[in-house]
């Protein structure tokens, strides 16, 4: 079989999907323990290098060099950035138009993806000379601006939920949780209803209250908050109980 041939092209995909599926865990927890800027920008620049050595690869007509070299780019390296820039980005923007914002960007960096390759075509035509070093610089730099844009990007940071005729802000610095307290009528209620159970239910990843960036999340944990719900629960005269990984207030 010659190794250019297109059933050789369409295992790498597969096969580095298997890798990724894999990966991805181990960069989750890994992100848990340093960071996320970290790894996004080291998976960016790690990319951009390997592209050398894929491009280099296929050159060669080295079928193994170039199937080794893209699974580890794609199903190893990239996952550095491809598991964590969903939560990364989407945190720079504010929460009442982040879903469009993120949309728009990544779709935008979708279509520009998509002219890529017209540009390398128009940058080195099939029979140039240094088409890896060329096409790779391309890569490359385009990878460089990924990586400055995740080392520039702001820190978020946790803003308080403002307060209104029916709800008080959650009284700690955790921006992920924030507490109801039954309107002015017979205790407790909703309304004119009264109101049997008030159930709190933690969000995912709240496990990392206070291990993970606690400089931007603070350093309360989830114990913390379970703890805030009983202190709130006895000043209303609820009484409360807890089970995991709820709290619930009676």
């Known amino acids: ?3 250019a041939s297109t059933r050789a092209y369409l295992w790498i995909p597969v096969v580095g999907n298997i890798v990724a599926v894999l990966v991805i865990p181990f960069v989750g927890n890994l992100s848990d323990r340093i960071g996320r800027r970290p790894l996004i920008i080291g998976s960016a620049l790690g990319c951009g290098l390997m592209s050398f050595v894929y491009l ?16 580890l780019m794609w199903g190893m390296v990239y996952q550095g950035y491809n598991a964590i820039f969903p939560s990364f980005f989407p945190e ?5 138009y982040r879903v469009s914002a993120m949309a728009i960007a990544q779709n935008v960096g ?3 993806t998509a002219l890529l390759p017209a540009l390398f075509t128009a940058v080195a035509p099939p029979g140039s000379n240094n088409v890896p070093l060329l096409i790779g610089a391309i890569t490359c730099a385009v990878t460089a601006i990924s990586a400055v844009a995740a ?3 702001p820190k978020p940071t946790a803003r308080p939920w403002t307060s209104s005729a029916s709800r008080t802000p959650w009284p700690s610095t955790n921006p992920c949780m924030t507490l109801l307290r039954p309107r ?7 309304g004119n209803r009264p109101m049997k159970t008030l159930l709190v239910l933690n969000g995912p990843n709240l496990n990392m209250l206070g291990l993970r960036q606690p400089e931007v999340y603070g350093r309360e944990t989830l114990a913390d908050v379970q703890a805030l719900c009983h202190s709130a629960g006895q000043r209303l005269t609820w ?5 995991r990984p709820t709290t619930r207030a009676r």
């Open 184 to 190: 002015p009528c017979a205790p407790p209620c909703y």
């Open 239 to 243: 009484t409360s109980s807890s089970t």
């Open 92 to 96: 720079q923007f504010q929460t009442h």
């Open 56 to 71: 280099y690869a296929i050159s060669l007509h080295n079928l193994p060099l170039a199937f080794g070299a893209s699974l």
């Open 110 to 112: 979708y279509m520009i």
């Open 151 to 153: 080392w520039s990007a």
């Open 1 to 3: 079989m010659a190794w």
